[in-house]
Nanobody, 129 residues
Framework: QVQLVESGGGLVQAGGSLRLSCVHS????????MGWFRQAPGKEREFVAV????????FYADSVEGRFTISRDNTKNTVTLQMDSLKPEDTAIYYC??????????????????????WGQGTQVTVSS
């Protein structure tokens, strides 16, 4: 059974930075693509960033491109989201997710949350203006 535990959320002023981390408890981390999603009050969960199993394919939502950076360390079963130049509209609960179906056998990564099998509990990010 895979468990994902996020950390690093908090309250920050606009223009500030936060670094989110997600630890994957299972043996499939190094062969899974990993994603970050977020959900603001009253809105649907939306894609933020995804990284392939080997870190070579990375995609971002247009709204965070150039400000957020996703990375992974397969030796520590950890995926990280560095968030810079934060804006009030980045306020949301941020979720880490794992997709074990897309690993070394494919170059495909997906951005649809339905493609991810495992989810963390979420961490709150609040950006004040």
């Amino acid at each position: 059974q895979v468990q994902l535990v996020e950390s690093g959320g908090g309250l920050v002023q606009a223009g500030g930075s936060l670094r989110l981390s997600c630890v994957h408890s299972g043996r499939t981390f190094s062969s899974s693509s990993m994603g970050w999603f977020r959900q603001a009050p009253g809105k649907e969960r939306e894609f933020v960033a995804v990284i392939s199993w080997n870190g070579l394919r990375i995609f971002y939502a247009d709204s965070v491109e150039g400000r957020f950076t996703i990375s992974r360390d397969n030796t520590k079963n950890t995926v990280t989201l560095q968030m810079d130049s934060l804006k009030p509209e980045d306020t949301a609960i941020y979720y880490c997710a794992a997709d074990p179906k897309r690993g070394p056998h494919t170059s495909v990564v997906v951005t649809n949350p339905l493609g991810f099998d495992y989810w963390g509990q979420g961490t709150q990010v609040t950006v004040s203006s």
